[in-house]
């Protein structure tokens, strides 16, 4: 065959698979919330203002998309919409602090699937390119009260760098709250698992070697380019990779270690601790078997979920329930995620974000801690407490309206607003209950 004709029936096949797929999984039909135009007063509701702190029958207002007042007996100004609350309960819009939402979409179809990237060092990886803001897992994890989501990529060793993202907009660049939000890092494959014999101390060395001339190569680039800027005719060549490592070297972009074995997690740890970096520690099986070690250096730590197997045969059956209320005893800050990425189900879960919290709760954890865990904490920890995470004034207007206790599965969230953009709670789960209960109804 002529290789013109090759390429033309490459060209061909590729479309027509695009075709047949699109045609498989649609987009979503919510449309994005317009700009608020009128002042809006939730008033008589139970407020969760997310820093443990609750008032009863309580107001909040919000103008322009930022909330102007909280408290009780707060006054409607002039066209303001009023919402009665009385019986239900308001929160901050829950924060999924990791998850691959907008990445995937079905496991088993790998053409939907967009969390990894090719090779084994990705720095310069941004996963908030590859989102899909009409993901038909958006409008769900939204119903379950989840407005802002960490989505972070996958892969091995230097992954690459997250994003926090609002769950709602026509574009990627409409939803950014803050991207690049961190470095993600498997530490666990910086601890192979095993006995601490000469071959698995080899590997473990080789591997901090590698990360360590990555970030010495980063070091000497960033020299080089600031002596070049004083220097005219003598430009340094881009290097995305390490230009991506820029920011982690100042301090300024934190690194995200995955860490759940107690070697892994104290690894990461001393290695931050030596090269000045700044450090969160995600999945944490057995953060609480450190904790003093996390306290003294306050590293916060994000819990893959609670809905967790023991990892060792002779841990606690509920060692991953229980683990909140130990670091909360201990005095480190944590936020609890849906579920790990990458893990079955993933994306698909992150509706299920105020259930881990539930599930801390009824194994020891103080019911406004857990709310915190996924509101006011994965804020701070991702460094957007000043814009999202309580509901305080001068904040964004990212809030839910739920007739019972989120942490309950049996409440629903009746309203939602991002930066006070109204959310359709529509979504397939719904229509597909409406669906089936009339079929069933006649």
């Known amino acids: 065959m002529h290789p013109f004709f090759r390429i033309a029936v490459t060209i061909s096949i590729a479309w027509t698979s695009v075709a047949l797929f699109s045609n498989v999984l649609p987009a979503h039909d919510q449309i994005p919330g317009a700009p608020q135009r009128r002042p809006i007063l939730i008033q008589g509701g139970t407020l969760h203002i997310g820093n443990g702190e609750v008032i009863k029958d309580g107001s909040i ?3 322009d998309g930022k909330i102007a007042s909280v408290g009780r007996g707060v006054e409607a100004p002039a066209k303001a919409i009023s919402i009665d609350a009385t019986g239900q309960h308001v929160y901050p819009g829950l924060i999924d602090s990791m998850t691959d939402l907008g990445l995937r979409e079905i496991s088993a179809v790998d053409v939907t699937v967009d ?54 907009g026509w574009t990627v660049q409409d939803m950014i709250v803050r991207a690049p939000a961190g470095m993600c890092v498997d530490w666990e494959t910086l601890t192979p698992r095993g006995s601490d014999d000469a071959e698995t101390v080899k590997k473990r060395e080789d591997k901090l070697e590698q990360l360590d001339d990555w970030l010495d190569q980063a070091e000497r680039y960033g020299i080089a380019q600031s002596n070049a800027a004083g220097a005219k005719g003598k430009a ?33 740890v001393a290695y931050a601790q030596a090269r000045r970096l700044s450090l969160i520690i995600y999945g944490g099986y057995d953060a609480g078997d450190c904790a003093e070690l996390l ?32 670091l909360h005893a201990a005095g480190i800050t944590f936020a609890i995620a849906g579920e790990r990425p990458g893990y079955p189900g993933g994306a698909s879960n992150a509706r299920n974000l105020p259930y881990h919290a539930g599930c801390a709760v009824a194994y020891g954890l103080d019911r406004e801690a857990a709310v915190q865990a996924i509101t006011l904490s994965p804020a701070q920890i991702l460094g957007v407490d000043d814009r999202v995470g309580t509901l305080e004034a001068g904040k964004d207007a990212t809030l839910i309206l739920v007739d019972d206790d989120v ?36």
């Open 295 to 326: 306290k003294r250096y306050q590293i916060p730590v994000i819990i893959a979920g609670t809905y967790r197997l023991p990892r060792q045969r002779d841990d606690d059956y509920d060692a991953s329930y229980t683990l909140p209320a130990r």
């Open 407 to 442: 942490l309950e599965s049996t409440s629903n969230v009746q309203q939602a607003f991002v930066q006070g953009r109204t959310v359709d709670l529509g979504n397939r789960h719904r229509t597909l209950y409406e669906k089936y209960r009339r079929k069933y109804a006649r």
């Open 115 to 168: 969390t990894n990237e090719w090779g084994k060092d990705n720095p310069n990886v941004r996963a908030w390119v590859a989102v899909n803001p009409d993901s038909e897992l958006i409008p769900v994890a939204r119903a379950g009260g989840v407005l802002l989501a960490h989505v972070t990529p996958g892969g091995s060793f230097l992954r690459g760098q997250s994003a926090l993202i609002a769950l709602d």
């Open 236 to 268: 340094i060549p881009t290097d995305v990779r390490l230009e991506s490592l820029l920011p982690v070297l100042s301090g300024e972009l934190p690194v995200i270690a995955q860490a759940d074995s107690l070697a892994a997690i104290r690894s990461a």
């Open 61 to 63: 207002l919000f103008v």
